[in-house]
């Protein structure tokens, strides 16, 4: 199959633009032929006229690389774990394969390398996990939020139908007991501690539980914990999250509560 200018082209874009892997080639003595952006920039942007023609030793600091470009040779590949020193003495973690490169009548021309940056690979598995943490969790089921204030309601009521749950709003306790009864599907109250309209979230989520002893219930007030266990206004061991809170925060809290076992 012949190969045409435009694919050898694009072969060779792709290798020198590819940002993941260095890939350096190498002559039958291991000297440095040509490299792509991710070599260069591993080895501190150098100019190329600083690192062609210079062995890769200079660089690689690893076991005998004499013996691994010879075992490359023998079984075709040779893996190796080692540090490329960089710009200013700065050294890299290196996870390297080696490749011997021969012509048609097998004879060897040179060797291909490609090296991953083990540090690199090491903080962008770290990144995606902290990502992952910090990501709000998608939820399904229904929440009842009671809370007086009209904005903190639609500001909740938007968010968590981002979220993928169903939200039924109360401004008061009176209304929030009449929802409870019209909607028996109801899986979480979500209640401000202290509202208007003669009852508060501890009335409210009693009133419930007294009609449905297994409802999931989750606090939320400007005051802290010790403040409101000392005024009666919840019980020990009650699920609160402290005003302000974050959208994220209160996601993965209610998340927690659903999951978790009567």
Not at 67 to 89: F, K, N, P, S
Not at 118 to 126: G, P, W
């Amino acid at each position: 199959m012949m190969i045409d200018a435009n694919s050898r082209q694009v072969m060779q874009l792709f290798i020198e633009q590819l940002s993941e892997y260095a890939l350096i080639a190498l002559d039958a003595d291991g000297r440095v032929l040509s490299w792509n952006v991710r070599a260069q920039a591993i080895l501190g942007d150098a100019a190329s006229d600083e690192i062609i023609g210079r062995h890769i030793s200079e660089f690689y600091k690893t076991e005998d690389i004499a013996a691994a470009l010879d075992d490359a040779v023998t079984w075709g590949r040779h893996e190796v774990m080692g540090h490329v020193v960089g710009a200013h003495g700065v050294e890299f973690e290196v996870h390297g394969l080696l490749r011997p490169v021969c012509d048609v009548q097998n004879r060897l021309l040179g060797f291909g390398m490609l090296a991953r940056d083990v540090d690199s690979s090491k903080r962008l598995t770290a990144n995606k996990a902290e990502t992952a943490a910090n990501a709000p969790l998608r939820g399904q089921g229904t929440i009842l939020v009671v809370d007086d204030d009209d904005l903190v309601r639609t500001e909740i009521q938007e968010r968590l139908t981002s979220f993928g749950y169903r939200v039924i709003e109360a401004s008061n306790g009176p209304e929030a007991i009449q929802l409870l009864a019209d909607t028996p599907d109801i899986d979480l109250l979500f209640t401000d501690v202290v509202m208007p309209g003669g009852m508060n979230g501890r009335q409210v989520a009693a009133e419930a539980r007294r009609v449905r002893p297994n409802l999931k219930v989750l606090f939320t007030s400007g005051y802290c914990e010790e403040a409101l266990l000392q005024a009666g206004k919840i019980e020990a061991n009650a699920a609160l999250v402290v005003k302000p809170y974050r959208m994220n925060d209160l996601t993965r809290k209610m998340h927690a509560l659903m999951e978790a076992t009567h």
